[in-house]
Nanobody, 126 residues
Framework: QVQLVESGGGSVQAGGSLRLSCAAS????????MGWFRQAPGKEREGVAA???????VYADSVKGRFTISKDNAKNTLYLQMNNLEPEDTAMYYC????????????????????WGQGTQVTVSS
């Protein structure tokens, strides 16, 4: 059973930064494809960023140029560096994963993932 544990959320003022982490464990797949998602109150969960096995990345238009996704394969940990945060970024942020026997393509559609963390809250005040 894949376990994903997020950390790093908090409350910041607009323009501030946060770094989210997601530690993965308990999986037997040769590769774990991972991404970040978020859900604001009253809104659907949306993809934020994902990273491929080759290190290529994909971002939601709303976070391009401000957020950076990265992964430390040795530590089985996914990161999301969030800079220049805006009140619109306020949401619960979730780490997601899917198993793979080979290459991971970066995808930010919720239906592409079947393992989810418990979420970490990010609140940005104006």
């Amino acid at each position: 059973q894949v376990q994903l544990v997020e950390s790093g959320g908090g409350s910041v003022q607009a323009g501030g930064s946060l770094r989210l982490s997601c530690a993965a464990s308990g999986y037997t797949y040769s590769t774990l494809c991972m991404g970040w998602f978020r859900q604001a109150p009253g809104k659907e969960r949306e993809g934020v960023a994902a990273i491929s096995s080759a290190g290529s990345t994909v971002y939601a238009d709303s976070v391009k140029g401000r957020f950076t996704i990265s992964k430390d394969n040795a530590k089985n940990t996914l990161y999301l560096q969030m800079n220049n945060l805006e009140p619109e970024d306020t949401a619960m942020y979730y780490c997601a994963a899917r198993g793979s026997g080979g290459f991971c393509f970066a995808k930010i559609k919720t239906y592409e993932y079947n393992y989810w963390g418990q979420g970490t809250q990010v609140t940005v005040s104006s």
